[in-house]
T-cell receptor
Framework: QVQLVQSGSELKKPGASVKVSCKAS????????INWVRQAPGQRLEWMGW????????TYAQDFTGRCLFSLDASVSTAYLEINSLKADDTAVYYC?????????????WGQGTTITVSS | DIQMTQSPSTLSASVGDRVTITCRAS??????LAWYQQKPGKAPNLLIY???NLKSGVPSRFSGSGSGTEFTLTISNLQPDDLAWYYC?????????FGHGTKVEIK
């Protein structure tokens, strides 16, 4: 079945970097985009942006431009989220998500989430 | 950015009740609105897309309505399994934005 499996939780110090992976299975990876969504403790879901799984072209939400980097390796059907210069405010659960429908449609397949904790 | 405002923040109801959650968009999003259910420690699960279309496999006690700027999610015959947070989300334009969420509690 269609599935996104993310890498495990990470504990990082302020100023460090982290790279989260999101491995897709059950569908043709290059056919559908990967979105990234953040959920800080007790906060609403925030859409970070998306990456075109065919071209590798990323689109970032304004709040996530600069320190966040989306990338992918189509040969292993995996997308990546890298966050640099981590701050305590980056502590959150990060989700990758995709949609199995072309055109205007919300994401309907989610990874299990990766918890990133930033603490000294 | 399109702002999404949900109400109430929390609601408490009894099993069998009918509950309604409201979501307002700061500008028209036509019908490009989704509703998600999120249980503790889990990823969101899509319930409704296109404001009123039930995703396959979602129980029929969930329904959505609205267009433009005003939307509602209704749960008829509330069940214990419906204990969760519910979020609306617009996908009319980037950046996609979510409501603050509504916590549904069972009395």
């Amino acid at each position: 079945q269609v599935q996104l499996v993310q890498s495990g939780s990470e504990l990082k110090k302020p100023g460090a970097s982290v790279k989260v992976s999101c491995k897709a299975s059950g569908y043709t990876f290059t056919s559908y985009p990967i979105n990234w969504v953040r959920q800080a403790p007790g906060q609403r879901l925030e859409w970070m942006g998306w990456i075109n799984s065919n071209t590798g072209n990323p689109t970032y939400a304004q709040d996530f431009t600069g320190r966040c980097l989306f990338s992918l390796d189509a040969s292993v059907s995996t997308a990546y989220l890298e966050i640099n210069s981590l701050k305590a405010d980056d502590t959150a659960v990060y989700y990758c998500a995709t949609k199995m429908v072309r055109g205007p449609y919300p994401v309907d397949v989610w990874g299990q989430g990766t918890t990133i904790t930033v603490s000294s | 950015d399109i702002q999404m405002t949900q109400s109430p923040s929390t609601l408490s109801a009894s099993v069998g009740d009918r509950v309604t959650i409201t979501c307002r968009a700061s500008q028209s999003i036509t019908n490009l609105l989704a509703w998600y259910q999120q249980k503790p420690g889990k990823a969101p699960n899509l319930l409704i897309y296109g404001a009123s279309n039930l995703k396959s496999g979602v129980p029929s006690r969930f329904s959505g309505s609205g267009s433009g700027t005003e939307f509602t999610l209704t749960i008829s015959n509330l069940q214990p399994d419906d204990l969760a947070w519910y979020y609306c989300q617009q996908y009319k334009s980037y950046p996609w934005t979510f409501g603050h969420g509504t916590k549904v509690e069972i009395k």
